[in-house]
């Protein structure tokens, strides 16, 4: 934190307001309805490109190809870390908290993995970072 973001910063909302939600937490958990695997990446980049496949948070992270510097902003803005894991490559406890339900933000305390955030709240995000950081805040 007391990160300066500087002028043209996209945040909205003061970076301090988030402490004392966050407080509850030491992780969020963001897993993608994609998989890591070459054909996994390739076939959801296509998939996408014809409106066949949708990952409300990979549209949230990430531009066509590679992660976009208004979700970079915002995650560095958290106090806590955001890790994202794809289908595929998520620990066995992430995968257990999910319950097989994609796309998905998790929190991680002291008794477990809880759900943060199901797939309808990320798809409500309507692809903003500064909507999921707004979220987020306000827990």
Known sequence: MGQRLGKRSLLQRPVQTMTDAAGQYSEFIGVYNAESTVLGEISYWIGARLGLRHCSLCDITHGLFTKRAEWQECESALPIPF???????APADVTQA????????????????????????????????????????SL
């Open 83 to 89: 890790t994202t894991f794809h289908i595929n490559d």
């Open 98 to 137: 999910a319950k097989g339900k994609y796309p998905i933000v998790l929190g991680r305390n002291q008794s477990g993995i809880h759900l943060v955030l199901d797939t309808d709240e990320l798809e409500q995000c309507n692809g903003s970072p500064q909507e999921l950081l707004n979220r987020l805040q």
